[in-house]
């Protein structure tokens, strides 16, 4: 029999990942074209031979995805398999309506078929959409861990967004890693909170060959801990899986693609935001988890904000930068900025929609719903110095800068800026340390 041919329908990260567990190596399928979305500038490049193995030695395409019913045709595609995550239910739907309606089927892989099996234990941390505050989590699993003696390699989702072949895998454990993997705002804001924690991070397109290079850390490895991206779900396969959940979105954990499959796979469910949210929208998460997950061990947990000069934002006009991601397709209304003008009493918070120029324009063309925010898009040279333009641009007294790194590092921000920082507080009995009490004597 011929091998089906595939499309794998993606957004430079989980595609390249089914790609590299499923289907490289099995003469069943020939996979003829990657599309991509979500993420600015990714269509056009090639998945490189050197990646693709030896079945691929012309690499293979990655297309926008809006050319998915010509390429279908084009291609004779026969299986488009759907390969990202934070989209609403019917936006998924919507696609495989598309893929259908071209003559393919339209294929989701479960998570044990792409899940690499480690020779270390392992802690996932995932969520139900972007910017429930995995990071935090990490980072506060990461030092409870540290505080039992135990050293965790960190492997970040991944975000290839420059050459794949050089980004295949990557070791990152000081600042001057950023620039020497020629690493986005986007990546900055995942890796370097991490690295200022002497912590070694780990990324890239490979993850086999990522697992194997954590594991055997020339500083050593006791613990694999999986920081995920987005809502996806993890590459490796968990001892113990934690999933955060965000009541500024209640009942998107529900609605969203694959946000109830990390909820359901939940060892710890981490409700994060608490004190920032609506009491009926807490009692809506928890409703939730008990309706789908009723034996996850619950977290309540408060993401606390913090300002390094809160003198700058009393009673000033304030231009607040938020995490790209997060108010993009993640389409969060309020985050730890506006919260923090809000605490700080900022006289306003100004309408950035009247300064953005180029690419930071383009990004409110594509995500209209962004309204007074104005995200750290940074996925390329061009795009950042849009950004730096539209902040000089701005009419305001100050920048409440929220991003997760020091934005002024990257950027020359030309006003006073005062910078927010937010970390995970469990206010419940149990907390994360008794939610790992169990994986820490089965590692002992």
């Known amino acids: 029999m011929k ?8 957004a430079a990260g ?42 691929y030695p012309e690499g293979i395409p990655i297309y926008d995805e809006s050319e998915l019913e010509r390429l279908i045709e084009d291609l004779s595609v026969d299986v488009c398999v759907f390969s990202y995550s934070d989209l609403p239910y019917s936006k998924v739907m919507g696609i495989g309506s598309r893929v259908n309606a ?3 089927n339209f294929m989701l892989l479960c998570p044990k078929s792409t899940m690499i099996e480690s020779t270390k234990p392992v802690i996932a941390v995932t969520a139900t959409r972007t910017g429930c505050g995995k990071s935090q989590t990490s980072r506060r699993v990461a030092e409870i861990l540290e505080e039992n003696g135990k050293r965790a390699i960190v492997l970040r989702h991944p975000m290839p967004y420059g050459n794949l072949q050089d980004q295949a895998v990557q070791r990152l454990t000081t600042i001057d890693d950023l620039a020497m993997h020629h690493c986005t705002i986007e990546e900055m804001e995942e890796y370097e909170p991490f690295i200022a924690r002497g912590m070694t991070v780990y990324a890239g397109v490979d993850y086999e060959a990522i697992l194997r290079a954590a594991e055997t850390d020339p500083d050593g490895c006791d613990v694999i801990l999986w920081d995920g991206g987005n809502n996806d779900v993890p590459f490796v396969k968990p001892d113990l899986t934690i999933t955060v959940v965000d009541p500024h979105r209640a009942g998107h954990e529900l609605l969203y693609y694959p946000s109830e499959t990390n909820l359901r796979l939940a060892d710890v469910v981490v409700i994060n935001k608490i004190d920032s949210a609506d009491p009926a929208d807490v009692k809506m998460i928890r409703e939730n988890i008990a309706s789908i997950n009723p034996d996850a061990l619950v977290v309540d947990a408060e993401s606390t904000v913090t300002v390094d000069d809160p003198g700058l934002i009393e009673g000033k006009r304030v231009l607040v930068i938020e995490d790209g991601p997060t108010v993009t397709h993640g389409e969060m209304k309020i985050g730890a900025g506006s919260i923090a003008a809000k605490r700080y009493n900022a006289a306003e918070i100004i309408d950035p929609r009247p300064f953005v120029v180029g690419k930071i324009a383009q990004t409110y063309e594509t995500y209209p719903g962004i309204g007074m925010l104005l995200p750290a898009m940074g996925y390329s040279d061009e795009q950042r110095a849009d950004l730096e333009r539209t902040i000089d641009r701005a009419q305001c007294d100050c920048v409440v800068i929220a991003t997760p790194i020091d934005l002024a590092r990257v950027l020359k921000i ?24 169990g994986f820490l004597k089965s590692v002992a």
Do not use: C
């Open 414 to 437: 030309n006003k006073p800026h005062a910078q927010v920082t937010y970390e995970l507080h469990e206010i419940s009995s149990p907390d994360l340390a008794d939610a790992l009490d």
């Open 102 to 104: 071209a003559g393919a």
């Open 3 to 10: 091998p089906q041919r595939v499309l794998i329908i993606g």
């Open 14 to 55: 989980r595609d390249f990942h089914n790609f590299n567990t499923v289907f490289r190596d099995d003469p069943d399928y020939e996979v003829v074209a990657f599309t991509a979305a979500q993420i600015p500038d990714i269509a056009g490049r090639i998945y490189p031979p050197s990646l693709a193995g030896e079945r």
